[in-house]
């Protein structure tokens, strides 16, 4: 099951709008200019981006700023799950969170981690 994920949809519930962004309920918000007018698509360091956001917005927006940020990531590995997942690793302490989006290897080591964690789960509902 889904233990102690839910209630946490933000504005508009965030449900029940097609299983792709169930957890992203942000469709048509152009991504929040930064302070000093800087272009927002930067080649600098996107983690290095949100660990300037991240101290000013509530935990719903860090929350959100982070998912946007991990989902693509996510979805390159483990497209057939990549939600779930997504959902899965934004339980974890934020700045865990910060290391995925930088460390290649330790997200696909997380995947990893939460699929086995959802076979598991899938196992005991008897899937």
Do not use: C, H
């Not at 152009?30 to 509530?58: D, F, I, K, T, Y």
């Not at 959100?64 to 996510?74: I, N, Q, R, S, T």
């Amino acid at each position: 099951g889904q233990r102690g994920r839910g209630g946490r949809g933000g504005q508009g519930g965030g449900r029940g709008q097609g299983r792709q962004n169930m957890r992203f309920p942000v469709q048509n918000q152009p991504p929040a200019p930064l302070p000093g007018g800087a272009p927002p698509m930067q080649e600098a360091n996107p983690v290095a981006l949100l660990a300037q956001q991240l101290p000013s917005a509530s935990p719903d927006q860090a929350r959100m700023l982070l998912g946007e940020a991990l989902y693509p990531l996510v979805d390159e590995i483990e497209p057939q799950a990549a939600a779930k997942i997504t959902g899965m690793l934004l339980e974890m302490d934020q700045g865990e969170v910060l290391l995925l989006i930088e460390d290649a290897g330790a997200l696909r080591a997380k995947v990893q981690e939460a699929l086995t964690v959802l076979k598991a789960a899938a196992g005991e509902e008897g899937n």
